[in-house]
């Protein structure tokens, strides 16, 4: 199963237990540890659960066995780990709060300049 089929698989499986706001991040070029990252809210630990377990149960289906699962007991937060693609599936306080768009969206220029205005900081504090 190639990257695209899996991100139309995930996509597919979010919406069939009618997650919300579902946003599909384009990683590479930031990190190695996957290509695409999803993020989506549900509207309780059961529905977190269950959005998680059906991206769980499809991803099998199709012969990709997930490398982990993270947070189904508390189910504030799953993530769901397919190797290319990871899924977070939240409530909505726990998204707001760790706004992980937010943070995806920080490019390696943002960081750099980011650097540069502490050291410039640093160096007018002394």
Known sequence: MN??????????ALEDLKAEDI????????????DAIFVASGNS???VRSIAENVVMEAKHAGKQPLG????????????????VIVHVM?????EFYDLEGLWKVTIKDRKNMQNDQNDDQDTDD
Not at 91 to 95: C, D, E, G, N, V
């Open 3 to 12: 990257v695209d089929e899996l991100r139309a698989l995930v996509r597919k």
């Open 23 to 34: 946003v599909e991040m384009d990683v590479r070029g930031k990190t190695s540890v996957a």
């Open 91 to 95: 409530q909505k306080p726990s998204r």
């Open 45 to 47: 630990g059961r529905h």
């Open 69 to 84: 699962v993270e947070g189904e007991e508390d189910a504030e937060w799953v993530l769901v780990d397919l190797g290319d």
